[in-house]
């Protein structure tokens, strides 16, 4: 068993698609406010807090871990032999419920979280995996 070939452009395509999407869920236009509320901030400390960390960094580092995501999830596929965007979303949908689920939800259990910052949190990741899924599987 091995991961195979990795296309780089898929595996490019899907980490850009991956930051671009967490851009947009956690924007005022989408869930902003009320992860942060979920978090017991107000958009001010969070505004404070957030000043400390360069933007620059902040999407690097992002681009960064989206890559090693996709590129993992590009190998799983090939191992998994998923030859449409359909397998790939599955794929996606079961790695949610799997791991994504079970553990945010024993961290926000335990940490004694909001049950929003759970929804709004777990949502952004099923719908990056099943994108994810769907670009890596279709440009295979």
């Not at 890559?67 to 965007?85: H, K, S, T």
């Not at 689920?101 to 099943?130: K, N, P, Q």
């Amino acid at each position: 068993m091995h991961f195979g070939v990795v296309d780089i452009y898929a595996v490019s395509a899907a980490s850009i698609a991956s930051v671009l999407l967490g851009y947009l869920w956690y924007s005022d236009f989408l869930f902003r406010k009320q992860w942060i509320k979920s978090m017991g901030r107000t958009p001010a400390q969070f505004s404070r807090e957030s000043k400390k960390f360069d933007k620059c960094v902040e999407l690097v580092l992002s681009l960064l871990t989206s890559f090693v995501m996709a590129a993992v999830f590009a190998g799983l596929l090939n191992m998994l032999q998923a030859e449409n965007a359909l397998g790939g979303i599955l794929v996606g949908i079961y790695i949610w419920m799997g791991f994504v689920v079970i553990v945010l939800g024993s961290m926000v259990f335990h940490e004694g979280r909001h049950s929003d910052y759970f929804l709004i949190t777990a949502g952004h990741r099923l719908i990056e995996l099943m994108m994810m899924g769907a670009i890596l599987s279709a440009m295979r």
